[in-house]
């Protein structure tokens, strides 16, 4: 019989799971592997709650929850131990890990860095690892992982306010770049103006571009022009504006977490525009062609990014002094920042303090 979560590995561990698709999330007890030799081990101080982390407890996207699920994959912490072959990181280094634990190695996409796209990519949590056991993420007291999904965290960069972008961050990080968007002359749309809409705002200005925000909260205004650095914004449902704006856009980066029309986003971009998809409604879209027929556009999407790219992308940010705007939580909060999620109610991100109040929640 398989060992419980508990006793399947050396070293005890403790975290918050959910255990169903209500994705209620409590105290649970599990373990992790010994460190091998090219492991490193960390305590964790900051988990970052990115959408997906909902949409996963949550068992939204169908087939993808194993429970218990602890969730987290933008995890900050301090090097505990380090295997005999691990050179990247020494004992008290500052270090992160996101969405990615895993992959073959041997791919096309392994030897491209882009770790992220092989087919046998193992995620930070919910997924079978190479030794058959289930992985955890980061709402949990420690972590371990392969040298080649830990990132070395800037020394500028604040541990809590950093720890989104390892998956926010390189998520809207690297579409921009790889679809030509992170130039100076570059208009850019950001469409959800939440946790990875916000980064991608400060990204595209860094790069030079000018930015659109395209949200349907105009409440969001006033701070995504004066605060964020946005040149301009579009309430989505103010057809005025919209008609407006229409083929002005060479990129979107479209972030939004629910099912919407892309009708009126394709039609904000120039000839050639390219809408990229981020974020992950759970359900289809609807395409409609013509408009991309018209103007020779492009739907695409992209997810998270590679490992050395990571890497750049944190190197860049500490560079620009590129950080998420958070709000540091507690551990006991996870549930109720859960339903704030869930209503677009957080500027522009929740981090977990793992490292002062989860210790206090251990039954
Ligand atoms: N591609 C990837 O690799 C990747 C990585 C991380 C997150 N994601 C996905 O990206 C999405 C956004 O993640 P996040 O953490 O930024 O979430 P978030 O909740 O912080 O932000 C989502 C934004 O979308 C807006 N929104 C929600 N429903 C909307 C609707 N019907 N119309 C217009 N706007 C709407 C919200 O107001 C919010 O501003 C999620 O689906 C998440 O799973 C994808
Ligand atoms: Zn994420």
Redesign the pocket.
């Known amino acids: 019989m398989a060992k419980s979560p508990e006793e399947e590995h050396p070293e005890k561990a403790f975290g918050w799971a959910a255990r169903d698709s209500s994705g209620l999330l409590s105290p649970f007890k599990f373990s992790r592997r010994a460190t091998g030799e090219k492991d490193i081990r960390f305590k964790v101080l900051y988990c970052g ?7 996963m407890a949550k068992s939204e ?1 169908e087939g993808f929850s194993i429970y218990p699920l602890v969730p987290g994959h933008e995890i900050v912490g301090v090097v505990t131990e380090v295997g005999s072959k691990v050179n990247k990181v020494k004992v008290g280094d500052k270090v992160g890990v996101g ?1 990615l634990v895993g992959a073959c190695h041997s791919c096309d996409d392994c030897n491209s860095d882009l770790e ?1 796209y092989c087919t046998k990519m193992i995620l930070t949590y919910s997924t079978i690892y190479h030794d058959g056991t289930v992985t955890y993420g980061g709402y949990s007291d420690t972590m371990i992982a392969d040298e080649r999904y830990v990132v070395r965290f800037p020394e500028n960069l604040p541990l809590d306010a950093g720890a989104p972008l390892l ?2 961050g ?2 809207v990080y690297s579409p921009l770049k790889y679809y030509g968007l992170a130039e100076a002359g570059k208009h850019i749309g950001v ?8 980064v991608a705002v400060k990204f595209a200005k860094a790069f030079g571009a000018k930015v659109t925000v395209i ?3 105009p409440s ?1 205004k006033d701070e995504a022009l004066e605060h964020l650095g946005a040149d301009s914004f579009l309430v ?1 449902r103010d057809q005025e504006e919209m008609q407006a704006a229409q083929g002005t856009l060479h990129g979107i980066i479209d ?6 029309s892309l009708l009126p986003l394709i039609g904000l971009l120039k000839t050639h525009g390219k809408l990229v ?5 759970e359900k289809p879209l609807e395409l409609p062609v013509f408009p991309l027929l018209l103007g020779r556009k492009m739907v695409a ?5 590679g490992m050395k790219e990571t890497q750049e992308m944190l190197d860049f940010a500490a560079k620009h002094n590129i950080t998420a705007d958070v709000e540091v939580i507690p551990m006991e909060y996870v549930n109720t920042a859960f339903e704030r ?2 209503k ?1 109610d ?1 500027r ?2 929740f981090v977990i303090d793992i490292g002062n109040t989860l210790a206090a929640t251990k039954p």
């Not at 709650?49 to 949409?55: E, I, N, R, T």
């Not at 999407?301 to 990014?305: F, I, L, P």
């Open positions: 709650v990115c959408h997906s982390d909902l949409h996207w969405c992220s998956c926010a390189i998520t469409v959800g103006l939440g946790g990875l809409g916000h949200s349907t909260s969001k989505s972030t939004t977490s629910a099912v919407h998809m981020v974020g992950a409604p999407g992209s997810a998270t990014g999620l869930v677009g957080v522009y991100r």
